[in-house]
T-cell receptor, first 111, second 110 residues
Framework: DVKVTQSSRYLVKRTGEKVFLECVQDMDHENMFWYRQDPGLGLRLIYFSYDVKMKEKGDIPEGYSVSREKKERFSLILESASTNQTSMYLC??????????FGNGTRLTVT | SQQGEEDPQALSIQEGENATMNCSYKTSINNLQWYRQNSGRGLVHLILIRSNEREKHSGRLRVTLDTSKKSSSLLITASRAADTASYFCATEGGSEKLVFGKGTKLTVNP
């Protein structure tokens, strides 16, 4: 069974801090994704990666960057956290044209 | 954007009843997928239906796709309290992005 692991379930950070959210998958999937989920807005795509060192902006990339140095790991970086980045962050992976496998999410609070 | 839009936003039914959720989208797609999310957890894939398919079944789930109307429906038959969750549709077009709707929150009362 595919496992997508997000490093933290809950995270509390201060405004201006640099924040790293880590995601690891164990099924050799090419594609990896970062979404954020907010009440009333559904899931919005921040960034995705279709191969090592490759990345594409999603719908809301501002204030975020990503890193994919190894196939199994996709990191989301908040360069300078702000309160409007308080959200649930969901990582997912998949083979091309196949269903997504999600992690359990990281609930980030920026104070 | 080819974001799917689910309808209704919330649905409350009694155990044993059927639940129907709808999804509409804007542009042509390669496939449409339905996911379920229990409160505070990640999403779990339910069914994928390709653009050349019209109907698909999986257990108590039935999904239809009408590409001429750019719409899909998810039917859960004989619902159970354990079906209480949020349900999302996601569309995939020519890029490798999946774009999600805002979801339908289903409550099944025992």
């Amino acid at each position: 069974d595919v496992k997508v692991t997000q490093s933290s379930r809950y995270l509390v950070k201060r405004t201006g801090e640099k924040v790293f959210l880590e995601c690891v998958q164990d099924m050799d999937h090419e594609n990896m994704f970062w979404y954020r989920q907010d009440p009333g807005l559904g899931l919005r795509l921040i960034y995705f990666s279709y191969d090592v060192k490759m990345k594409e902006k999603g719908d809301i990339p501002e204030g975020y960057s990503v890193s994919r140095e190894k196939k199994e790991r996709f990191s989301l970086i908040l360069e300078s956290a702000s309160t409007n980045q308080t959200s649930m962050y969901l990582c997912a992976s998949r083979l091309y044209n196949s269903p997504l496998h999600f992690g359990n999410g990281t609930r980030l609070t920026v104070t | 954007s080819q974001q799917g839009e689910e309808d209704p936003q919330a649905l409350s039914i009694q155990e044993g009843e059927n639940a129907t959720m709808n999804c509409s989208y804007k542009t042509s797609i390669n496939n449409l997928q339905w996911y379920r999310q229990n409160s505070g957890r990640g999403l779990v894939h339910l069914i994928l239906i390709r653009s050349n398919e019209r109907e698909k079944h999986s257990g108590r789930l039935r999904v239809t796709l009408d590409t001429s109307k750019k719409s899909s429906s998810l039917l859960i038959t004989a619902s159970r309290a354990a079906d209480t969750a949020s349900y999302f549709c996601a569309t995939e077009g020519g890029s490798e992005k999946l774009v999600f709707g805002k979801g339908t929150k289903l409550t099944v009362n025992p």
